[in-house]
């Protein structure tokens, strides 16, 4: 039976291994992603809030900006950071766009969400770090609303609110699950290993002894 050192220690290990390369090439995508989604609606803007899509326009040009300068200079050296960086300049889009267009009532709420459940299946986050960060964007939202829309409140509010902690509910338990299956396969590949030293270890004996 592994002991809770042993496992902690483990997971300690399998975390260092994934907060190097994999997590730098999950963000790779994910960056690209939220790139190409960001610059798509630019025009979206432009068709659905003609009034606004001028005002929203540097804001997503700085958005597509910073996301070029964490691809280009930080993913490699500061994936973590990297990760809560692309994160929180994401849902500082979504939070102006979504103020910009009524608040609870703005159909752009829908980003959110999809930031949201983004966050726990695009990167290997562990699931404390997926929970803080979900629960900051959600807390952000929150208070967005509570403080700068006070006077929208209703059943629009209460309809977004909902639908919002019901994705930051499913991308928290998405970084949980999946870190838990990431997990489960280093510890077996682990195993894998450990028996492929083992046998290695065993066929010199053997031929040691019949050498002898």
Known sequence: MVSRESSTAAYADYRREVEREPLARALYR????????????????????PDRAVAF???????DVILVGIYLL???RFPVASTIGASAAGGWMLFT???????PASDYYVGLVLLLI?????VPLSARQGALTIAALFGCYVALIVFGEASSGGRGFALSLFFLAAASFM???SCAYLDRMRFADFLQRREIEAAR????????????????
């Not at 766009?97 to 608040?103: K, M, P, Q, S």
């Not at 030293?197 to 002898?212: I, Y």
């Open 74 to 76: 930080t993913v490699r």
């Open 57 to 63: 326009l540097p804001v997503r040009i700085a958005l």
């Open 97 to 103: 766009v979504v103020h910009g267009t009524g608040g």
């Open 197 to 212: 030293d083992e046998l290695r270890e065993l066929d010199v004996a053997k031929s040691r002894f019949t050498a002898n």
């Open 30 to 49: 994910a960056v690209v992603v939220l790139f190409v989604i960001n610059s798509a609606f630019i025009g979206v803007d432009y068709i659905v809030y």
């Open 118 to 122: 983004g966050i726990g299946v695009l």
């Open 171 to 173: 991308g928290m338990m």
